[in-house]
């Protein structure tokens, strides 16, 4: 039923990779940052922060996570936990790598 | 499951004490904070939207089951007309509603379900609906496994026995057949991941393996919840509600087989057995749980059909979105509670009092155990209840139960204990009254060949 992909085996989220928010998901903003909602596999997540939420949004059109964290204007010393919870959201294909031509693998 | 960036908790904020109009149903502090950087906090203050709505899209039902949360069997003249049922579905899209959980009643016997059906899914809002199967022929499986579908719809169909006689003993005559009729047509069909619901009683725990046993011949999942006396099922309750000791054997396989097994956040009260179960294992009633019903009323969750968990009517109070976000019993139920009786049991923290609807229907206070707390302080409630003059159990504020039985009607016969004085017992009460009372041929003579007009027996020779 689910197009993920195979759960088991995440794909690492790094700093220097375009990633994009997969397009079986949707994100309804709530007092606490957002629930997201993955309709093929109907995985419910909460995202605690509204800038976790920023920078869930911008990761498309970010040329890389790096540039999504900057650009939600997260202190670089907190972006281990972001990709901590970017690595989360990964794991059960909230978020997906994005295949861009000519991008570092 | 949680994502979120480490932070330091914001503690609790300050309480004002327990407010009055706010202690209607429950006591609160009063505080609108939340009391910890957990999510739970978060969600006992309400979302924008709730996550988990349900929706009866009519009391009619083919079945009369004897559990019924919902009293359902006649069709309300004033159910939603399928134009109003599909500015519903429009509302819920512009709120973001995920998915709805269509029950009834039997949804599928209303006519326009399957438009309803797609209208839902061509507009985002994913559908779950259950079904006992009546109405889920080939056709219908074909349809729903289906590329138009597009994967959006799950199907749970109702079986709360593993065998015929223990299902059909609560669900009626013939209603084993027609889940496994349904069961069988989804799988031919290709339908992959139906759900198989079960409420847990008495009689079912035994046979849990026996339910996954089904579940996987028909690549369906496994989904139990637990039995509210909530409808028709406060009339039942005490004869099916599971046995303390059941409530272990049930926490225990869960515990075991737990990962693949749906329970709807059902079982919370059981997580003061120790570990708990996955889930939010709160009260999600008005917060991020509610019903609407047949005729657009909303209440606060599916087990709360009762004029004391009545939010409003989303013809008459402007809409769905304005009842969720302004009514003043939502207001209430997202108000941090004390946890009343409770507060002081170590277990508060993991079962957080245990479900709204049991306490209610059963009649003991809101503030205090649930009926089924397993570690033991709701039977004393009951039994202190029931010593001090008796319980009152709420009357029940709607039924849409058929007025006179019909073929589907479980009979819930039980074999009756041996008397104590057998020979008394056995002896007749009396003389018979007369020769007609005993005979049912008394008085008829074949060689006459009639019995004679108005009324009695021919002969006379009984003196009725």
């Not at chain 1, 606490?32 to 605690?48: E, P, Q, V």
């Not at chain 1, 997260?74 to 919870?85: H, K, R, S, T």
């Not at chain 2, 949360?69 to 939603?80: C, N």
């Not at chain 2, 104590?420 to 017992?425: G, M, N, P, T, V």
Request: charged share 20%; with cysteine; glycine share 10%.
């Amino acid at each position: 039923m689910s197009d993920a992909p195979d759960s088991s085996a995440p794909d690492a989220v790094r700093l220097d990779q375009p990633w994009a928010i997969s397009p079986a998901v949707a994100l309804r903003p709530e007092p606490f940052g957002a629930l997201a909602y993955h309709f093929g596999n109907r995985k419910l997540t909460f995202l605690k922060r509204p800038e976790l939420v920023t920078v869930v949004r911008g990761l498309a059109d970010a040329p890389d996570v790096a540039a999504a964290l900057a650009a939600a204007a997260v202190p670089e010393a907190q972006w281990p936990g972001y990709l901590a919870a970017l690595q989360g959201l990964a794991r059960t294909d909230m978020i997906r790598p994005r295949q861009t031509e000519g991008a570092a693998a | 499951m949680t994502i979120a960036p480490e932070r330091p908790g914001t503690g609790a904020g300050p309480s004002t004490g327990p407010s009055t109009r706010i202690g209607q149903l429950l006591p609160t502090t009063g505080d609108r904070t939340p009391r910890g950087d957990r999510l739970v906090d978060q969600f006992e203050l309400g979302l924008d939207a709730p996550i988990c709505l349900t929706w009866e899209l009519t009391y009619a039902c083919n079945l009369e089951c004897a559990h019924c949360l919902s009293s359902s069997g006649r069709r309300d003249p004033r159910e939603l007309s399928t134009d109003q049922a599909k500015a519903v579905i429009d509302e819920l899209q512009r709120m973001q509603v995920f998915y709805i959980n269509i029950g009834g009643g039997e949804p599928t016997i209303r006519p326009d379900f399957w438009e309803l059906l797609e209208y839902s899914i061509e507009h985002n809002v994913g559908v779950k609906f259950s079904t006992n199967g009546v109405r889920l022929s080939e056709e219908r499986a074909a349809f729903l496994a289906s590329p138009a579908m597009n994967g959006y719809v799950d199907i749970q169909i109702s079986l709360d026995g593993a065998t015929a006689e223990v299902n059909d003993y609560v669900r009626g005559p013939g209603s084993f057949d027609t889940a496994i009729r349904a069961l069988e047509n989804l799988q031919a069909a290709g339908f992959s991941d139906a759900k198989i619901s079960v409420v847990c009683t008495r009689q079912n725990i035994g046979q849990l393996d026996e339910f996954k046993a089904i579940a996987d011949k028909y690549g369906a999942m496994l989904r139990l919840t637990r039995l509210r006396p909530s409808g028709r099922g406060a009339d039942v309750w005490d004869e099916l509600h599971p046995l303390p000791e059941q409530q272990r054997e049930l926490y225990d396989w869960l515990m075991a087989n737990g990962e693949n097994i749906l329970t709807g956040d059902s079982f919370f009260h059981l997580a003061a057995f120790g570990e708990s179960l996955p889930g939010l294992n709160l009260c999600g009633a008005g917060r991020v749980v509610c019903l609407i019903d047949p005729i657009g009323d909303v209440y606060a969750c599916p087990f709360a059909i009762h004029d004391n968990f009545h939010a409003g009517n989303i013809l008459t109070d402007g809409g769905f979105q304005q009842v969720w976000q302004k009514s003043e019993l939502f207001q209430d139920l997202r108000a941090p509670q004390t946890g009343g009786a409770c507060a002081k049991c170590s277990f508060f923290d993991a079962c957080r009092g245990g479900c709204m609807a049991a306490k209610f229907f059963t009649g003991l206070p809101l503030d205090g155990p649930d009926p089924e707390c397993v570690q033991g302080y709701g039977e004393s409630a009951l039994a202190s209840m029931n010593a001090a003059g008796g319980r009152v159990i709420p009357e029940s504020s709607q039924d849409h139960s058929k007025k006179n039985p019909t073929r589907n009607q479980p009979v819930m016969l039980q074999l009756g204990r041996r008397p104590d004085d057998l020979e008394a017992s056995l002896q007749p009460r009396g003389m018979p009254v007369s020769a007609c009372a005993e005979s049912p041929l008394a008085g008829f003579d074949p060689g006459t060949g009639a019995l004679g007009g108005g009324g009695g027996c021919a002969s006379g020779a009984c003196g009725c």
